[in-house]
């Protein structure tokens, strides 16, 4: 089905199913501990090995040499791969280094060998006996030491100019320019990556933990250099994602090696402190806005400009993307600039581009509106814009920011906020508020699916969507119970699985709005092959109650398929509405935070958000995503980074103890708001994605809050407790 024209009234707009607030339909599968994740299949085959994966001890340089005859000669070893035996090897697209590194070393813990064995300790235990000798090169591991040689931007992505935005800002009444940080980050997902790898013959089946399967099929196909029908990919459950899952890595590669050398099936979990060097990362960046208004706060030229560091290949951290689109103001410049560094590789954390840009650019919005004495609620409302800033004949789809941030601003009761900072005590806190608007793109693609009704009047479901923890299985059951007329205990859910029919996969908060109409375009099928069955006129047939009426007829939906099982397949393809229309994602952020008036100590009290993302096609598994997104935004603002070893080149805290994340006890009140905003220009099913919409913003309205409680302003994230203490006010 193509999907170029806006949508009209059809039978998803009755939300019987869509739209209702229902349970997942996973959950008891995993509250049991029945879901099987990707190193859970070994009752799938018989006699599975184990690897260990073996990572680099060095950034950069080469093996000399490597022995494993000790390790070969170890209890239980069945194999040792390293580059030199593994064979000749391609490279997926979508990889930066190579995913089995040797003799050259590309970055830290890039995985040079597996050692495979009967039981786990055996591998590991093996796998300490490999001996190493490195020739080590120097290389580039300090953003701010590579930022001056970058002057140009990347070939594929050229600055941004309206207007002009030196002659505008030159001429603005009222300046603002600052440069901020954010740090490298860790996805840390709690399940880590893992797959199990099983050969009969020619055919490979890999049981991995993947958000994409299609990129992962094909990219390892690409890499072992066999055609993509040899492999069968499956991945039904996957424990977080957050995009450090969209890509094939190591432990899919390896245990595919590992079973093809022994002949056994072999399973492969990256151990934790090798996830944050042997994976991806979200890189770091240096931004710098620059703010020129008006007296009474009209912008009049905005700047902002973002670098960060890969390596050769990786990707650009489009930090400026929000920027382009969220004010107005008739001079405007963005641009990128990309060092190359020799770090492990950045790509795609939660929201690539809005999340560390939004970081940033609020910080500066609030410094603005400090700066002209406007509140900052007021200040970001005055500057509002209903079209792209940079083409005026190109409306937003939807555009509910002013509605996100009054509704915000009253619900939390913002008027209360003291506008001069440090003046809030509660004890020993310095209390203070802080908000930030919420932004994130609204991306689509195209998306298949099959779906087959059977003579038991159940509708089973099959494409290659994942569920990442965010709910699919649900809002996929809920989309086929609307289309078909059943309730959602008639639906079966089948995904993850390189058989199916190939969707858009979970990323860039793409997946919830493009798998469901993926659906709804197969339904649409579907619905015609049971009139037709039926011999009823497919223009004039509903579909409700278990039953297919039209024209005064009525008989039971199971009867179509009486004499057999009816399956069809459609996908979504979307046309020119996104390059007609902005399509973007909108939200307010309020937060209340306490300071320790002597440690310098930040304890988030409240949190609200405001979100107009389209239709919510599920207010339960949507808030569920939202508040994940606000705690990650929490862990942005106050804990996490990846600490660099600049003389080295690696990530020092590469285990869950050295990198914080939030606990239970660093959250606090959530609330969500979804304002109405059924979007048509968007998809058949009017939703947006949602997922990522809730990190966006939320850091910097947590830094803004920190800044009314104390008066210090931080601009390099996270905000720990050192950034704070020499600033805190006196004789508290
Ligand atoms: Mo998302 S960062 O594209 O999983």
Redesign the pocket.
Known sequence: MKFDTPAQNNPVDQLKVVGQPRDRIDGPLKTTGTAMYAYEWHDEVENVAYGCVIGAGIAKGRIVSMNTQAALAAPGVLAVITAENAGKLGKGERNAATLLGGPAIEHYHQAIGLVVAGTFEEACAAAALVEVQYQSEGGDWDLADKKPTVTEPPEDSPDKKVGNFNGAFEAAEVKFDATYTTPDQS?MAMEPHASMADWQGEKLTLWTSN?MIHWCHTDLAKTLNIPEENIHVRSPYIGG??????FLRSDALLAALGARATKRPVKVMLARPLIPNNTTHRPATIQRVRLGADARGHISAIAHESWNGNLPGGPTETATNQSEFLYAGANRLTGLRLAELDLPEG??????GEAPGMMVLEIAMDEMAEKLDIDPVEFRILNDTQVDPADPTRPFSRRQLVECLRTGAERFGWQARQAKPAQVRDGQWLVGMGMAAGFRNNLVATSGARVQLDAGGVITVETDMTD?GTGSYTIIAQTAAEMMGVPLEKVVVKLGDSTFPVSAG?????GANTSTSGVYAACVKLREAVANRLGLDAARTEFADGQVKAGGRSLPLADAAANGVICVEDSIEFGDLAEKYQQSTFAGHFVEVGVDCATGEVRVRRMLAVCAAGRILNPKTARSQVIGAMTMGLGAALMEELAVDTRRGLFVNHDMAGYEVPVHADVPEQEVIFLEDTDPISSPMKAKGVG?LGICGVSAAIANAIYNATGVRVRDYPITLDKLLNGLPDGV
């Open positions: 996805h958000q994602g957050f995009g450090g899952k969209l790509n795609a954390m939660r929201a690539p990442i979970s990323g860039g908060q793409w990522e």
